[in-house]
Structures are given as structure tokens and as C-alpha cells.
């Protein structure tokens, strides 16, 4: 099978896979036992976590270790959300204790998430959860003619309001890059923290020399680490409560560690740094992309790449087969050995175009038919070309039976 879907990156390189198997059977000890075997666990913990930090350019001590990206970004929405809720309370109504002094007012108008339609469903259907649950109130953040965040419509969203701002940095699914630095420089000038889902760049693309944002979200499984390991990064000051209570992670993220797969992620992290050190490997596979792109355009029906125009990461692409099912697509190219996906991988198995494609302002028709291919940096040019092959007979297999019911 060839790997062009998001597993492409979340196959774990031998190295972190054969470091987590090790580290399974020898390093079981809790990594909170006072014993030299959990001290051990321990230490290969805090190993993993700096070359985590590394990878980020952060300290150690402000990253806290997940199972998931969903979890770090529950983790960042709702605490973030509940410690400024702590704070109000606490505030000129309440005396330090939370005991009420003066009578209660009329309930406030929840605090405000801005987000975009962009967000993975991880983000997504969190903020919308919120608001059914009357905790927050969601304003969406305009996009451009191309899907892009305007900086300048975010200014004009956020006032007093306004509990956090949350903005992915490249799209799973078109691998749309958004202008985070800026969205974040608007968010400092307004006082507001900002954090970025960046399960998506961060071991692909290179971080700043300084983070932008307030917290980070990162997920090992998206660069070859094993799954059951995500993070989040959060700046010294910003207040989170924690959401899973226990002594853990400086008390931020209860649960005893997952040892095994943080030593794989730390070897992974320690070899994606080591990759994205080189700009020509990520030049060779976003050329490897884009021969992909030119060839299915050119061979099967009608083909069109989505967000073709805007910035990208260098492994994603989108394209159109109009007139085409994705799920029928995806089921012919999975039968010929070439596995894909249409939309989030969570929401593959729907018949409902991808919510994302649709926000970017793709017609309803071509988001039918739209299917997500991600390459990976061991994607090598004897898979491309089979790929193409592959794509190009089933495009034009089921082209010819759509276009003989039509
Ligand atoms: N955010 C983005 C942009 C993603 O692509 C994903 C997973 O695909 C997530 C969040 C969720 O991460 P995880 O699968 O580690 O929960």
C-alpha cells in the first residue's frame, strides 16, 4: 500500500518506533516512584521532553505532555476559558475566598472564542460545544477570497470579551498556511492569548526563533513519533487551569506518563530537527508534490488543485475530480493500493463535503469530489509515479460511469 494520506507522517520512523518497543519492556517503573527503576523512567522522560523543547525552541519546563492533539487543545480552550472565569469570580464581586459581598447581577454574556471554520474538528466542534453549553460564544474569524485569516477583521473582533483566540498554522487537509505571526501581534497589542493548533507544522517546517503565540499545540504522531503522544507549550504567565487533576506534569496534566511512547517521540523529535535542518529534503519532496499535481491535472478529467495559490506546507495537496464521489474515489484508489483520504481522516466515511473545503469558498460540487493526498519525507519518486498511474485509471474509470448516468 502506498501511504499519500495522513498516516504517510504518522508512521513511526524505525528508529522511534524501536526506541518506544525497548523502552516498553525496560523502562515500565512509574516515572513518580522514589526507586532508581522510576527515577530511570523519569530521566528517559525528561530526556524526551528536551528534545521536544528543542524541536520548539522552548524550555523544557514549558511544555506539558498529552496522549493527543485533541487533548492539548482541550486542555489550552477550557483552561484558558476557566481561568479567566477563576478571575472574574475572584474580582470586584467576589471577596478572595469567592464569597459574594454585594448582590448577585443579571448572568454576564459569556466570554468569546475566535476561531476560524478552518479549525480542525479537534478546535472546531470544542468551541461549538462551548457555546451549546452556554460557556462561551463563538466569533468566527473571516477568511479571504483564498481561505486565509484576515489580520485586519481580527482586530475588530476582540474587546473585553474575548477569552482566547485560536488559529491553526497549516491546514491538515490543504496544508493552507495561516499568517500566525500577525494574528498573534494583534492579540498581544489587545491583550488576549492566542493559541495556535500547530499539529500540522511543527516537525515539517521550521519554528521562529521565537514562538508567536501563548500555547502551542503539537502532536507526535504528525511527525513520526508514536500515537498517544501530543503537547502543549504555554509561555510563562498565561493562566491555565488544568483539566485532568494530578500531581503530574507540574500538576498541569494528571495521568501517569505513557513512558514508552515519550521516548519514541523524543527520538522523533530529535530526527525531525535533524531533517528540517537541511531546506533542500524539504524542497525535494514539495517538488515530488507538485510533479503529482501537474501530471494528475494534466491526465485525468477536468482535475483541479484546491488552494493551489496560497502559501502551503510542502507535502499537502487537494484536488478536485469534478463530477466524482471522494468516497468512491478513495474506495477504487484503496483497492488498487494507494491509500488516501477526503477531509479529516475523523470525518472520512461521510458522504458531507469537507466543512474546511467549503469555508475556503469551493463549490459544493468540487468539494464532493476533492481528495487530500499528503506526502511525507520518505516519500520516494517510484511511489509518485505508481500514484499517479493509480489516480489518473481511477479518475478516469469512474469518470466514465459517472458521466454515462449523467
Ligand atoms: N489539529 C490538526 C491540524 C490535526 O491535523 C490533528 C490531527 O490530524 C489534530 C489537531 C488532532 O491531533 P491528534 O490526532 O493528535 O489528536
Same mark, same amino acid.
Given at each position: 500500500?502506498?501511504?499519500?494520506?495522513?498516516?504517510?507522517?504518522?508512521?513511526?520512523?524505525?528508529?522511534?518506533?524501536?526506541?518506544?518497543?525497548?523502552?516498553?519492556?525496560?523502562?515500565?517503573?512509574?516515572?513518580?516512584?522514589?526507586?532508581?527503576?522510576?527515577?530511570?523512567?523519569?530521566?528517559?522522560?525528561?530526556?524526551?521532553?528536551?528534545?521536544?523543547?528543542?524541536?520548539?525552541?522552548?524550555?523544557?519546563?514549558?511544555?506539558?505532555?498529552?496522549?493527543?492533539?485533541?487533548?492539548?487543545?482541550?486542555?489550552?480552550?477550557?483552561?484558558?476559558?476557566?481561568?479567566?472565569?477563576?478571575?472574574?469570580?475572584?474580582?470586584?464581586?467576589?471577596?478572595?475566598?469567592?464569597?459574594?459581598?454585594?448582590?448577585?447581577?443579571?448572568?454576564?454574556?459569556?466570554?468569546?472564542?475566535?476561531?476560524?471554520?478552518?479549525?480542525?474538528?479537534?478546535?472546531?466542534?470544542?468551541?461549538?460545544?462551548?457555546?451549546?453549553?452556554?460557556?462561551?460564544?463563538?466569533?468566527?474569524?473571516?477568511?479571504?477570497?483564498?481561505?486565509?485569516?484576515?489580520?485586519? %477583521?481580527?482586530? +475588530?473582533? $476582540?474587546?473585553? #470579551?474575548?477569552?482566547?483566540?485560536? *488559529?491553526?498554522? !497549516?491546514?491538515?487537509? /490543504?496544508?493552507?498556511?495561516?499568517?500566525?505571526?500577525?494574528?498573534?501581534?494583534?492579540?498581544?497589542?489587545?491583550?488576549?492569548?492566542?493559541?495556535?493548533?500547530?499539529?500540522?507544522?511543527?516537525?515539517?517546517?521550521?519554528?521562529?526563533?521565537?514562538?508567536?503565540?501563548?500555547?502551542?499545540?503539537?502532536?507526535?504522531?504528525?511527525?513520526?513519533?508514536?500515537?498517544?503522544?501530543?503537547?502543549?507549550?504555554?509561555?510563562?504567565?498565561?493562566?491555565?487551569?488544568?483539566?485532568?487533576?494530578?500531581?503530574?506534569?507540574?500538576?498541569?496534566?494528571?495521568?501517569?506518563?505513557?513512558?514508552?511512547?515519550?521516548?519514541?517521540?523524543?527520538?522523533?523529535?530529535?530526527?525531525?530537527?535533524?531533517?528540517?535542518?537541511?531546506?533542500?529534503?524539504? %524542497?525535494?519532496? +514539495?517538488? $515530488?508534490?507538485? #510533479?503529482?499535481?501537474?501530471?494528475? *491535472?494534466?491526465? !485525468?478529467?477536468?482535475? /483541479?488543485?484546491?488552494?493551489?495559490?496560497?502559501?502551503?506546507?510542502?507535502?499537502?495537496?487537494?484536488?478536485?475530480?469534478?463530477?466524482?464521489?471522494?468516497?468512491?474515489?478513495?474506495?477504487?484508489?484503496?483497492?488498487?493500493?494507494?491509500?488516501?483520504?477526503?477531509?479529516?481522516?475523523?470525518?472520512?466515511?461521510?458522504?458531507?463535503?469537507?466543512?474546511?473545503?467549503?469555508?475556503?469558498?469551493?463549490?459544493?460540487?468540487?468539494?464532493?469530489?476533492?481528495?487530500?493526498?499528503?506526502?511525507?519525507?520518505?516519500?520516494?519518486?517510484?511511489?509518485?509515479?505508481?500514484?499517479?498511474?493509480?489516480?489518473?485509471?481511477?479518475?478516469?474509470?469512474?469518470?466514465?460511469?459517472?458521466?454515462?448516468?449523467?
Amino acid at each position: 500500500m502506498i501511504y499519500l494520506d495522513n498516516n504517510a507522517t504518522t508512521k513511526p520512523s524505525p528508529a522511534a518506533a524501536q526506541a518506544a518497543h525497548i523502552a516498553t519492556t525496560t523502562l515500565f517503573a512509574n516515572p513518580s516512584s522514589i526507586h532508581r527503576p522510576g527515577q530511570e523512567a523519569r530521566r528517559a522522560v525528561e530526556l524526551a521532553r528536551q528534545e521536544l523543547a528543542s524541536l520548539l525552541g522552548v524550555l523544557p519546563r514549558e511544555l506539558v505532555l498529552t496522549s493527543s492533539g485533541t487533548e492539548s487543545i482541550n486542555l489550552a480552550v477550557r483552561g484558558v476559558l476557566e481561568a479567566r472565569t477563576n478571575r472574574k469570580s475572584a474580582g470586584p464581586q467576589g471577596s478572595a475566598r469567592g464569597v459574594q459581598t454585594s448582590p448577585p447581577r443579571a448572568a454576564a454574556p459569556p466570554p468569546t472564542i475566535v476561531t476560524t471554520r478552518l479549525e480542525h474538528t479537534a478546535v472546531r466542534d470544542l468551541a461549538i460545544h462551548l457555546e451549546r453549553q452556554g460557556r462561551a460564544e463563538i466569533r468566527w474569524l473571516p477568511l479571504d477570497s483564498r481561505g486565509i485569516a484576515d489580520p485586519a %477583521a481580527l482586530e +475588530a473582533l $476582540l474587546d473585553s #470579551r474575548t477569552a482566547l483566540v485560536s *488559529v491553526q498554522w !497549516a491546514n491538515n487537509e /490543504t496544508g493552507v498556511i495561516q499568517p500566525v505571526e500577525r494574528l498573534a501581534e494583534i492579540c498581544r497589542a489587545a491583550g488576549v492569548p492566542f493559541h495556535c493548533d500547530a499539529v500540522q507544522w511543527v516537525g515539517k517546517m521550521p519554528m521562529p526563533e521565537a514562538l508567536p503565540c501563548d500555547l502551542l499545540t503539537f502532536s507526535a504522531h504528525k511527525f513520526h513519533g508514536p500515537k498517544g503522544v501530543g503537547g502543549l507549550w504555554v509561555r510563562r504567565g498565561v493562566g491555565l487551569v488544568p483539566q485532568t487533576i494530578g500531581t503530574q506534569e507540574t500538576e498541569r496534566r494528571g495521568g501517569t506518563e505513557s513512558v514508552a511512547a515519550i521516548v519514541g517521540a523524543g527520538v522523533a523529535a530529535r530526527e525531525a530537527a535533524v531533517w528540517l535542518a537541511d531546506p533542500a529534503a524539504r %524542497a525535494k519532496v +514539495a517538488a $515530488l508534490r507538485d #510533479r503529482f499535481e501537474t501530471k494528475i *491535472v494534466a491526465r !485525468a478529467p477536468a482535475a /483541479t488543485v484546491n488552494s493551489q495559490q496560497c502559501p502551503r506546507l510542502w507535502n499537502t495537496t487537494n484536488i478536485a475530480f469534478p463530477h466524482l464521489e471522494a468516497e468512491a474515489m478513495l474506495m477504487l484508489l484503496s483497492e488498487r493500493g494507494l491509500a488516501a483520504s477526503a477531509g479529516a481522516a475523523c470525518s472520512s466515511g461521510s458522504l458531507d463535503p469537507s466543512p474546511v473545503l467549503l469555508a475556503m469558498g469551493i463549490p459544493e460540487p468540487l468539494a464532493h469530489g476533492s481528495i487530500r493526498f499528503s506526502l511525507s519525507r520518505d516519500t520516494t519518486d517510484a511511489e509518485i509515479d505508481e500514484a499517479i498511474e493509480i489516480v489518473v485509471a481511477a479518475a478516469t474509470q469512474l469518470g466514465r460511469s459517472s458521466a454515462s448516468t449523467r
